[in-house]
């Protein structure tokens, strides 16, 4: 093993990770080379310095913060709810609602033109008041509308 | 540094006639310490997939602390780290129904979380927000914790004033240096010589090979080292 593999290895070294044949030949290289051993400690002390540092935590209402703005996220304009924690995105109502509109505008362009309005003939009425100035003569009354077919 | 092991959950069953499966394999003997931690997790995991928000505040106070230190030491703030963490776990909240179980759910939330950090770090980047900040917050956590701030724990015994004069000037040093390692090197020194994970578990997370990631880790050690010897 050359000192650069060695270098290498110094690592694996530390995690105990080596395999018995590498490990060995390094243990070797390292007995007799006084800069390898040196680069293994500060190596090693790094790894301490690491492990050493204070776990940092978040602040004592984290959990209620995540909450809140879980509760924001839901009631999010951009979604709509749909029970307790479930979502449709805002993205699928769209295409949900596009669909609709186009259905709505393949029928419309479907149907032959007499039929396309909506609102049925309505035979015109005489005014109400139609005889008022006429002496109260009443005008024959027209037969009641016959709306269904 | 603690090497924890990694152990693949089986993906949860339930019985045909409804039957807690749980309850069955606990009424039927014995269970190992590790057996039974992976069944009561199974059972966490179908209480979360129902939207029950007593699992959820469960699983945010066990993981709470590992995910917001490691969120911490990636963006070296404490006020991005606070906000990116309750991300992470809204995150699992809406999206537990994507988990399915082939790893541990230890293990899942640290990919989101590795990913959320990603994510934020590119945006800071962008923003040009994070330059010079890492430093100020772990300064500020320095004098936090003088004033006697209960935000951090300790590892080692209680240091007499001169060594921890020293020890917090090592923690400046150290996480401005963690902040000057590439990306993909420093989660990897975080994953494994902050969080104390196994390569295993560190290579479900990444998605990277264990090869790729001791070398790579190796690399991000020696900066490190090379950073702190240059400094000291």
């Known amino acids: 093993m050359d000192r650069e593999r060695a270098k290498e290895l110094l690592s694996e070294y530390l995690d105990g990770d080596l395999e018995p044949a590498d490990r060995e030949a390094l243990e070797a290289l390292l007995a007799e080379d006084p800069v390898l051993r040196a680069d293994l400690e500060a190596l090693r002390r790094t790894l301490e310095a690491l492990g050493a540092l204070p776990d940092e935590r978040p602040s004592d209402d984290f959990l209620s913060q995540v909450k809140q703005k879980l509760k924001r996220q839901r009631k999010s304009p951009l979604d709509v709810s749909f029970g307790m924690d479930r979502k449709i995105p805002f993205e699928a109502v769209s295409m949900i609602l596009i669909g609709i509109l186009l259905a709505l505008y393949l029928i419309l362009v479907a149907l032959p033109k007499d039929q396309t309005s909506l609102s049925p003939e309505v035979p015109r009425l005489a005014p109400k008041d139609a005889g008022a100035g006429d002496g109260g003569r009443q005008l024959p009354r027209s037969p009641p509308m016959d709306l269904q077919d | ?232």
């Open chain 2, 1 to 232: 540094m603690s090497d924890q092991g990694s152990t693949p959950t089986a993906p949860e069953a339930e019985s045909p006639d409804g039957a807690d499966p749980v309850s069955a394999e606990l009424a039927a003997g014995a269970l190992s310490t590790e057996e039974r931690e992976r069944l009561d997790e199974r059972r966490l995991i179908r209480r979360l997939k129902r939207g029950d928000e007593r699992a959820f505040a469960t699983v945010v106070r066990t993981y709470q602390g590992r995910v917001f230190n490691m969120v911490f030491r990636m963006v070296g703030n404490r006020e991005e780290a606070e906000d990116l963490s309750q991300d992470v776990f809204v995150t699992v909240f809406q999206s537990i129904d994507t988990f399915r179980g082939d790893s541990k759910l230890s293990t899942w939330l640290y990919r989101v979380t590795v990913n959320h950090c990603k994510n934020r770090l590119k945006y800071l980047r962008r923003r040009k927000k994070h330059l010079g900040r890492p430093l100020d917050e772990v300064a500020e956590a320095e004098l936090a914790r003088g004033s006697g701030s209960a935000q951090t724990t300790y590892h080692a015994h209680i240091p007499r004033p001169d060594e921890e004069a020293s020890g917090r000037q090592m923690e400046v040093l150290l996480q401005r240096e963690i902040a000057a390692l590439e990306e993909e090197h420093r989660v990897l020194v975080v994953l494994r010589d902050i969080q104390g994970l196994s390569y295993q578990e560190i290579a479900e997370i990444t998605g990277l090979n264990i090869g790729t990631i001791k070398s790579r880790l190796h690399r991000a050690r020696l900066a490190l080292k090379e950073a702190l010897e240059r400094k000291m």
